[in-house]
């Protein structure tokens, strides 16, 4: 694998852009991501250039977001995690139990699949949250689309779980959106 994982930086706003609306495109998008290309595209420059800012290191720490970058630094895949206190308001899902991350916006370009880029996407985005302090991040979790075979296999792959719990997908509530989750090794 011939890219580096990093944090984004907030002045990257245009290529954060650019990575969300192509993972828009994808042809899964609609069972990966719970946003439309023809809702991001409309978005201002502000919404995000605060979108960057709060995914990199100086954005307060409650989300992160990683990229897979090339030599050439283009940007072959990301990944996003918020942190989840039992005390926050719920994002998504299920209120959270304990201190948690969770993982959204994953993305891998077609071109870098099967590359090794989301292994070391998930790397890096579990070992941060292991590094997390007051209090220390007791799981990680992620909700995938009950038809999302190609994803929810993925992550079993790499150690995740299914705990049983689902929550209705947004604007399908006959489709469910099914939990996974690495606990924190003792």
């Known amino acids: 694998m011939d890219y580096s994982i990093r944090t984004i930086r907030a002045d990257e706003w245009e290529k954060t852009r650019e990575i969300r609306l192509a993972a828009l ?55 996003t995690l918020l942190v989840e206190r039992p005390s926050d308001e719920v994002r998504f899902g299920e209120a959270a139990k304990v201190d948690q991350t969770h993982i959204v916006g994953v993305y891998v370009r077609p071109e870098a699949r099967g590359t090794g880029v989301i292994d070391a996407l998930f790397r890096a985005g579990v070992e941060w949250s292991w590094t997390l302090p007051d209090p220390a991040i007791a799981r990680v979790r992620l909700y995938v689309h009950e038809e999302n075979a190609r994803a929810a296999a993925f992550y079993r792959r790499f150690g995740f779980v299914a705990t049983g719990e689902s929550v209705a997908m947004p604007g399908d509530e006959g489709a469910l959106e099914l939990e996974y989750e690495l606990v924190r090794p003792s």
């Open 25 to 79: 495109q994808d042809p899964v998008a609609h069972l990966a991501f719970l946003d439309t290309y023809e809702d991001a595209v409309e978005r201002p420059d502000a919404f995000w250039q605060d979108r960057a800012e709060g995914g990199s290191e100086t954005g307060g720490g409650k989300v992160r977001q990683l990229v897979a970058e090339a030599p050439d630094g283009s940007w072959a895949g990301t990944i």
